[in-house]
């Protein structure tokens, strides 16, 4: 069988992953556009890594990546 999920929110995607579980053929609609949280995050962090306040990289990827 085949579902169609409207949306990768909270609802979306447990909907999406359960029809999957139970054998459906899963397509999942998303207008917004690509998600990317590790650009978003070290982004962020930019100036105060100028500064030398948090260190090197791994540094850096200790506290933003856990």
């Known amino acids: 069988m085949k579902a169609i999920v ?3 929110g909270a609802g979306g ?3 999406a992953r359960e ?3 139970q054998g ?5 609609l998303e207008a917004g556009g690509t998600f ?3 650009r978003r995050l070290l982004s962020l962090a930019t100036p105060l890594r100028k ?3 948090l260190g090197d990289e791994r540094i ?3 506290y933003f990546l856990q």
Do not use: E, M, Q, W
């Open 6 to 8: 409207v949306g990768t």
């Open 13 to 15: 995607a447990t909907a």
């Open 19 to 21: 029809l999957s579980a």
């Open 24 to 28: 459906f053929k899963v397509t999942i």
């Open 36 to 38: 990317k949280p590790f």
């Open 51 to 53: 500064t030398g306040l």
């Open 60 to 62: 850096l990827a200790t």
